[in-house]
């Protein structure tokens, strides 16, 4: 269990490590779909291309809207483009860097499927076989148009009686799977190419923006990540506070049941410092809401400066020494 806790805290601690495992999973999915699906043509000159491209563009679709939910980036980046500004400037970098991160990994699945579907081959057959010129192929010579569209739209089909033996089916099968493995094989290769270009030319570019708006798009996120964990904690600590006012109110009716009641104070020293003296449900709708209008600047330097909202509804408790200054969160002065 403690081997497996301390992987679970290792991918919460690496958003990451945990997008580019939920990239390959999406990959390998899109795969075994693909490899477990029953690929029946039709064999209909009206619905053969409506199939074929079906198979073929719709389930990427599918990837690729699974890849944007499952990326928890994505939320992260529609918060920071559509939050207001307040009190921190928006970067445009850092919202170009994280769409460019969300678009590249949710596009991984979609484009495993098309190059897969492709490489085989049959998705485009069953799509184009209708569309091929039948003067190309011999066996096609002495046969009415009307007809003509209906053996073409039968070449998907090997078990068909008409065309079971024909040479001219194969000869069209064979022509459509070797255009659909040579564009397969060329976007593969483009996207290769791509990727090597990128990954070796980089270097020879200024760095200096490209790790600002990444250095700028983790601190998002763990921005984000530790003011959820503290208003949990706060939540917590608020529940704790209301239910033992609740049980003081009741302390007649403990007593007669023989209940034993915590002294008074008693754990409430540890929750006054992350509570700092918000005590009531307007006055936390106000600082969540003050937190959405106006998040703190970026300056460290000026953590130690209140909120004018926070120092005129609850001011901080003075403290008597550093010791106990430390022990104050400093994102709960948000």
């Known amino acids: 269990m403690d081997r497996f806790r301390m992987i679970f805290q290792y991918f919460q601690s ?14 390998l999915a ?20 409506a199939y074929g491209l079906g198979i073929m563009f719709v389930p990427p679709i599918i990837l690729f809207l699974c890849g944007l939910i499952l990326n928890r980036q994505s939320l992260v980046m529609l918060e920071e483009w559509r939050r207001p500004a307040g009190r921190r400037t928006k970067d445009p970098a850092v919202i170009r860097y994280l769409c460019s991160s969300i678009m ?16 085989d081959g049959k998705c485009l057959i069953c799509a184009f076989s209708g569309s091929m010129d039948p003067q190309k192929f011999v066996g096609f010579a002495n046969v009415s ?6 053996l073409l739209a039968k070449v998907p089909c090997k078990d068909d009686e008409l065309l079971r033996n024909s040479m001219s089916r ?3 099968s064979r022509y459509l799977r070797c255009c659909s493995q040579a564009l397969g094989w060329s976007i593969l290769l483009i996207l290769i190419v791509a990727a090597f270009l990128a990954r070796w030319l980089r270097p020879c570019f200024n760095q200096v923006t490209l790790l600002q708006a990444r250095h700028w798009s983790n601190y998002i996120d763990i921005e984000q990540k530790i003011f959820e964990e503290t208003c949990c904690e706060h939540s917590r600590l608020f529940a704790h506070k209301c239910i033992l006012h609740f049980f003081e109110s009741m302390q007649q009716e403990i007593k007669l049941h023989s209940f034993s ?7 409430a020293e540890g929750g006054e410092g992350l509570l700092q003296g918000i005590t009531d449900q307007d006055q936390v709708n ?27 509804r609850s001011p901080l408790p003075r403290a008597d020494n550093a010791s106990t200054h430390s022990k104050v969160p400093q994102h709960s002065s948000v």
């Open 30 to 49: 899109s795969v075994k779909m693909y490899t477990s699906l029953d690929f029946s043509c039709p064999c209909l000159p009206q619905y053969n291309m």
């Open 104 to 119: 590249q990994r949710a596009m991984v699945a979609p484009v495993v499927w098309i190059v897969v579907t492709l490489l």
């Open 145 to 150: 148009a009307e007809q003509v569209q209906q």
């Open 261 to 267: 009641f915590p002294r008074q104070g008693e754990g």
């Open 14 to 27: 690496n958003s990451e490590s945990v997008m580019n495992g939920i990239c390959g999973l999406l990959a």
């Open 286 to 312: 106000e600082l969540l809401k003050t937190w959405y209008y106006e998040k703190p600047p970026l300056d460290v330097s000026q953590a130690h400066q209140r909120h004018p909202l926070v120092r005129e």
């Open 170 to 172: 194969k000869a069209v």
